[in-house]
């Protein structure tokens, strides 16, 4: 009986078909993004680092890389739900985001959608 088992069971490893792998194409093409936008921001490479805020019950961290005359912003919103950023401890400049290319302004409130981020780059 034993070995009947153990027959039936290597049999059904025989004629297992391997699982199917497939890329997730929108992901892929997220990271290539991320990666670029690094590579293309010296602050995202070589910038000291400054924490701006955390707040963990809202699951939001913002920090700040400078190098240079360079500064970048980044904004992470890692809760289940959009969340609104204030900025006034920021002078007035006006970031384009480089993942969408939206502009934004730090003397109004940043929303940040949930589980995704902001690159914030100085619009000069």
């Known amino acids: 009986m034993i070995l009947a088992l153990k027959m039936k069971f290597i049999m059904q490893m025989v004629i297992h078909e391997p699982d199917k792998v497939e890329i997730n194409q929108d992901l892929f093409k997220h990271y290539k993004k991320l990666i670029h936008i690094r590579n293309e921001n010296k602050p995202l490479q070589l910038g000291s680092y400054k924490t701006l805020l955390t707040d963990d019950d809202k699951g939001i961290l913002v920090f700040e890389r400078i190098f240079k005359e360079q500064r970048v912003i980044v904004v992470i919103n890692n809760s289940n739900k959009n969340q609104t950023i204030n ?23 940043i929303l940040v959608y949930k589980k995704s981020g902001l690159i914030l780059k100085i619009n000069q």
């Open 87 to 109: 900025t006034p401890n920021l002078e007035k400049n006006q970031f384009i985001d480089l993942i969408t290319s939206k502009k934004y302004t730090t003397n109004k409130n």
